[in-house]
T-cell receptor
Framework: EDQVTQSPEALRLQEGESSSLNCSYT??????LFWYRQDPGKGPEFLFT???AGEEKEKERLKATLTKKESFLHITAPKPEDSATYLC????????????FGRGTSLIVHP | NAGVTQTPKFQVLKTGQSMTLQCAQD?????MYWYRQDPGMGLRLIYY???????DKGEVPNGYNVSRLNKREFSLRLESAAPSQTSVYFC???????????FGPGTRLLVL
């Protein structure tokens, strides 16, 4: 069974305090890994797609990396506006390839 | 482009009442999805439509029905609402099942 596990469930940082969020997955034949950001009361918003181990993508203070078993979302010198829930998703190994979502990491950045 | 739109934004129902949640996308996407999001449970797939004319069950389909009205529109119907269906419902679309999903703003449903 495909599984996507995110850790930690919640993370509190001071402004400027860098950290990483983890997304580990068990799926046969990775067909991509997606990162989304979700603000309170809104729908998830796409951040990155990673397709192969070793791949990295950056956007402002965020950098996503991928290995064969997990992905990290590194947040460098975060600001309060980075506060959100971060979700990762992996297409299922069944024929539908419908994404399976992790439960998310709730990030709060204090000024 | 509006992206993915959902109506209504908020709804209160009594147990046993029925309602339809509407979703439309203007990105010419083939695939559309309905999710529910509950605290601590993450996003769970209710139904999806890989292409116009097809629908399939997801992880939690019981108590729901869907209709892919055309390429743009995908509706979710609760025939007899139950308190366990209190949740936030998100519609999403993508060009294909392995592609990036684009989400609507959500419908917050309270069943009393």
């Amino acid at each position: 069974e495909d599984q996507v596990t995110q850790s930690p469930e919640a993370l509190r940082l001071q402004e400027g305090e860098s950290s990483s969020l983890n997304c580990s997955y068990t799926v046969s034949g990775l067909r991509g890994l997606f990162w989304y950001r979700q603000d309170p009361g809104k729908g998830p918003e796409f951040l990155f797609t990673l397709y192969s181990a070793g791949e990295e993508k950056e956007k402002e203070r965020l950098k996503a990396t991928l290995t064969k078993k997990e992905s990290f979302l590194h947040i460098t010198a975060p600001k309060p506006e980075d506060s959100a829930t971060y979700l990762c998703a992996v297409p299922s190994s069944g024929g539908s390839y419908i994404p399976t979502f992790g439960r998310g990491t709730s990030l709060i950045v204090h000024p | 482009n509006a992206g993915v739109t959902q109506t209504p934004k908020f709804q209160v129902l009594k147990t046993g009442q029925s309602m339809t949640l509407q979703c439309a996308q203007d990105m010419n996407h083939n695939s559309m999805y309905w999710y529910r999001q509950d605290p601590g449970m993450g996003l769970r797939l209710i139904y999806y439509s890989a292409s116009e004319g097809t629908t399939d069950k997801g992880e939690v389909p019981n108590g729901y029905n869907v209709s892919r009205l055309n390429k743009r529109e995908f509706s979710l119907r609760l025939e007899s609402a139950a308190p366990s269906q209190t949740s936030v419902y998100f519609c999403a679309s993508s060009s294909g099942s392995r592609e990036t999903q684009y989400f609507g703003p959500g419908t917050r449903l309270l069943v009393l």
